[in-house]
Every structure is written in C-alpha cells, then in structure tokens.
C-alpha cells in the first residue's frame, strides 16, 4: 500500500501531524532521520515524501540530521519519487544567504545582507553595511538562534573578545540591517501546497526566537507558556490583504517548496522586508483556536499529502 513518508529528526512536531493523518484516514509512515540508515542500491518505497528536516538540528543533539536527509532526498529524487520540500527546498534551510539570493530573482525585498566567511571579517561587514542597529545571525541557524541585535561596531568587537556571539555551523555569518518593525510584530505568511493558507502576527518584543509550535511554547525562553503569552504572541490576522503573495508563492513554487511560509517585518512606510524562509513550517494551536477563518495548519498538510497520494495512484491506474 502506498503511504505518505514524513521524513523528521523531532517527535515532538509530528504529534499533531499524525493526529490529523489518523482524522483523514492517510497512510503514513515516519522516518526519523538518526535512526535511518541507507542501502543506495535498493529502490525506495513507492509513495509522497514530506520532509520536514530543520534547520534548528543541532539545537536538539541530531547535528548531522540535515546531511543525511540531503542524501535521502537526492536517493529518491534519483528514483523519480514525489518529494515535498526536496533537495532545493534543503538547500535554503539551511543557508539564509542563499534565500536571500533567490528572493532576489522574484524581486522579494529583503534587509540588506553582507556575507561573512569568518569572524574575522565581521567588522569589514559591518563597515559595507555601514547602517546601525544591526543584526548578527548565522547563515544556518533556526529558531532564531544565535541571531543578536548590536547598536555599535564597538559593541560587536567587545562580544567577539569575549567569546560571546555563539557559532555558526557552517562558518558563515550574515551582518543585516536591522528594520523595526513598526508594530513590534512580525508576520509570517503560510502557505500549503503553494496555496496561501493565512498570516500569523507575532510579538517580536522579547527577542528573535519565534518558534509557533506549541512544544516551543513549553521549552524556548522566548516562547514561555504564560496565559498573556498564549493569547498575545501568536495571532492570526483577520482580512489579511499582501499585494506580495503572487511573488511568495511563485518563489517557493520555483523552490519545490510545497509546505513553508515566508516571515517579514513591516517598517514605518509600509514596506515588508522578508527575513526569513522556513521550509518546516509549525503551528500554534491556541492561534487556531481563536481565529475566524477555522484552519488547522497541520489538518491542511495532511489533506494536501493525501491528494497528492491519490493522484500518484490515479497515474498508475492509467497507465495499467
């Protein structure tokens, strides 16, 4: 029997995934990545993948999950197999430079970025940009991780003497400006099966880790599952209108991102400066529950998998 294989390195994100799977009765099988090993001459089950491989790995012991994903999904891209988020979709995960450079090419704004290959090159960086307050993150990160603000090039030099900025996993460091988003909110734009789903506000107040996943809530000091919080940090927005939405789709289409969402901060004139790119995309539950627009993100995937299920056996039919 044909089933949809999620392919994930975090138990705790495909909880509400297979409650839905189970609602809509899809055949599912989950592969956790450090558990896995590959056999490269055998053929790979027949099926949809969904990868839900992040970027945020390493933040929970499973440093080396996303290399091996790279090569589970080039082994059935090889076969022919439906991949949801492939290689191209892994690609950017893991480096914001390069969602950067392809934002670009849909002509999507996005904060002026300069690329650093070392520490050491950091305060040249800050001298190209030469714009203050900035933001310092590494080019593979997630969940905000290790993404500081700075208000001085002093202040920057001060943290790198002493040991204080943290690691970028690939050696890379991107120093951006910094927008203010004029609301103190951030939005981040969903989308499922290159359909926009709808756009959650988030209180960027308390720092950068913005996780929405309801585990996040209980475990990110900067998600902390207070009743204010819960009801304040994630919300989703009502009559939500974004002249952009046709570049955001066209660009995760050209990305074979079929689940993920595009965040952006808006600034006093108005203007939305996308940020980031997230290909595994997760949901507040609470947000949901107390939206009009009744939709569940996660229900909305496994619908979107279940289709796709169906018309990889209607194919076959047709071709018997």
């Known amino acids: 029997m044909k089933k949809v294989y999620v392919i994930h390195e975090n138990d705790a994100w495909v909880i509400p995934l297979r409650a839905a799977f189970e609602k809509l009765n899809v055949p599912y099988e989950e592969w956790f990545i450090n558990d896995l090993t590959l056999d ?86 800050i001298d ?26 002093e202040s920057l030099i001060q943290s790198i003497e002493n040991n204080q900025i943290g690691e970028s996993l690939d050696g890379i460091w991107l120093v951006q400006d910094y927008v203010k988003p004029a609301s103190g909110r951030i939005v981040r734009a969903e989308f499922v ?18 996780c929405p996943a309801d585990s996040c809530n209980i475990t990110d000091a900067f998600c902390p599952a207070t009743p204010s919080a819960e009801t304040n940090k994630f919300v989703i927005v009502e009559n939500y209108h974004n002249n952009e939405l046709g570049k955001y789709s066209a660009f995760l289409k050209a990305n074979n991102i079929g689940v993920g969402a595009l965040e952006y901060v808006e600034d006093e004139n108005g203007e939305k400066w996308v940020y980031d790119v997230n290909t595994n995309t997760n949901y507040n539950s609470g947000a949901e529950n107390k939206s ?29």
């Open 40 to 125: 490269l001459s055998t053929t790979p089950p027949d099926g949809i993948f969904y990868n839900r491989m992040s970027a945020s790995a390493h933040t929970r012991d499973h440093r080396f999950a996303p290399e091996m994903t790279a090569n589970i999904l080039a082994w059935l891209e090889r076969h022919g197999r439906t991949v949801i988020n492939g290689r191209k979709a892994l690609q950017l995960e893991l480096r914001k430079s390069e969602q950067y450079i392809s934002l670009q090419e849909f002509e999507i704004k996005h904060p002026k970025t300069i690329v650093a290959n070392h520490i050491g090159s950091l305060p040249k960086a």
């Open 128 to 153: 190209q940009l030469n714009k203050f307050p900035f933001i310092l993150k590494p080019n593979r990160g997630g969940k905000g991780t290790g993404v500081q603000l700075f208000q001085s090039k």
């Open 193 to 210: 099966g290159g359909d926009f789903l709808y756009a959650v506000s988030i209180d960027a107040t308390n720092g950068f880790q913005l």
């Open 292 to 320: 009009s627009l009744q939709k569940q993100g996660m229900f909305e995937i496994a619908k979107f998998l279940g289709i796709k299920l169906k018309e990889i056996a209607k194919k076959e039919l047709k071709r018997a």
